[in-house]
């Protein structure tokens, strides 16, 4: 297994206790800790065994210190990892919902160190050496026209040396600001277009393929929690038939029933093939997703699939599709169990969940 690399903006996890809204926990006290999507996946995958790189851009402060230190802790790479001085670390702030009361995040991340670095700060040729996948979603290309660009010219240099490249879309509606007046979507459908072509393994959730690219399901309304799961496998013929050069197409499929209770799965579309898997499935290949009844947090659930995908796509003994959505099916399942973005779950936990051990009995 060769180096993995991930870039991204990590910020800093603010969160009132339990199920406590802002406005009941400030002024108050709020739990700080490190999460985003490409430092979630950098962390997981190290935690599953993997060698993981994450390269972001930091503040020259304290703050910065402690980001560094949290990541090597996890025994993620983080030699090129840009420090900014004068800048700022992005923050976001997070209320877990609870029944039918949606989670709830605010950003607070303008002018951070990354959004303010330019491309040519970092040294894409040396920076994948050694490296045979790299990582990105289009959370970072979101952030300002700055880290856009930073993106493009990492995926066209990954790309140039061979690299195997990924990309969850990750469309989120509060972000992409910085080119008005186009709306959020038209340019995040703008911006991915050009990123696309560079991109081997596209992962997207039931809803992202429509916001950022227009495909839509035939059938469902993932807002409202009617997923037609069977819909999604001509989504992802679609995508592939708009970007010829993808050799796979993951989607998760999330049916929210609640805030607390969701059922959770996913399918792996395999190009060669012309094939979808789903996963988790019975016997007969039928589909039947993991009811988590009893969530403890959501957010970075769908990076815990990205890390999980990419571990066993990139670990022989997982690489057939059907095993690797699998696989990452049950990472992510799993994440719903843990407490803050990174997914605290070992590769052994997986494979328990996957042999049948998902009863929460005690381990002794």
Not at 41 to 46: D, G, Q, T
Not at 162 to 177: A, E, I, M, Q, Y
Not at 276 to 303: C, K, L, N, Q
Not at 325 to 341: E, N, Q, R, T, W
């Amino acid at each position: 297994m060769s180096k993995i690399v991930t870039f991204g903006e990590v910020m800093g996890r603010l969160a009132p206790e339990s199920f406590l809204r802002l406005a009941q926990a400030m002024p108050g006290r709020l739990e700080f800790t490190f999460g985003g999507a490409e430092s979630n996946v950098a962390a997981s995958l190290a935690l599953l065994g993997a060698e993981a790189e994450f390269v972001t851009a930091l503040p020259d402060t304290e703050l910065g210190d402690a980001c560094l230190a949290y990541f090597r802790g996890l025994g993620v790479g983080t030699s090129n990892i840009l420090r900014v001085p004068g800048s700022r670390l992005g923050l976001y702030f997070v209320e877990t919902g609870a029944n039918q009361r949606p989670s709830h995040v605010v950003y607070d991340r303008a002018h951070s160190a990354l959004a303010r670095a330019p491309a040519s700060a970092y040294p894409w040729e040396a920076i994948f050496d050694g490296a045979a996948w790299f990582h990105v979603s289009g959370i970072t290309p979101a952030v300002s026209r700055a880290a856009a660009e930073s993106v493009q010219a990492a995926v066209e240099t990954a790309r140039r040396l061979g690299l195997t490249v990924s990309c969850d879309l990750n469309f989120r509606k509060k972000l992409w600001r910085w080119e008005p007046p186009l709306a959020p979507r038209d340019l995040a459908g703008k911006t991915m277009r050009a990123l696309l072509p560079f991109v081997d393994v596209l992962i997207a959730n039931e809803e992202d393929a429509a916001d950022v690219l227009g495909i839509r399901a035939a059938a469902g309304d993932a807002q409202a929690g009617r997923l037609e799961a069977g819909a999604y496998p001509d989504v992802a013929r679609e995508i592939r038939r708009q970007f010829g050069q993808l050799r796979a197409v993951a989607i998760t499929l999330r049916q929210s029933v609640s805030a607390t209770h969701n059922n959770w799965g996913g399918l792996l579309y395999d190009a060669a093939s012309d094939a979808a898997h789903f996963a988790p499935s019975d016997e007969s290949g039928a589909y039947r997703p993991y009811a988590i009844t009893a969530i403890v947090d959501r957010v970075g659930g769908g990076d815990a699939f990205a890390a999980g995908l990419i571990f066993a796509l990139t670990t022989p003994a997982l690489a057939a599709p059907e095993r690797a959505v699998a696989f990452a099916a049950a990472a992510s399942c799993l994440a719903h169990s843990v407490k803050g973005d990174v997914n605290y779950a070992s590769r052994a936990e997986v494979e328990a969940l996957l042999a049948g051990g998902g009863s929460g009995r005690v381990v002794r």
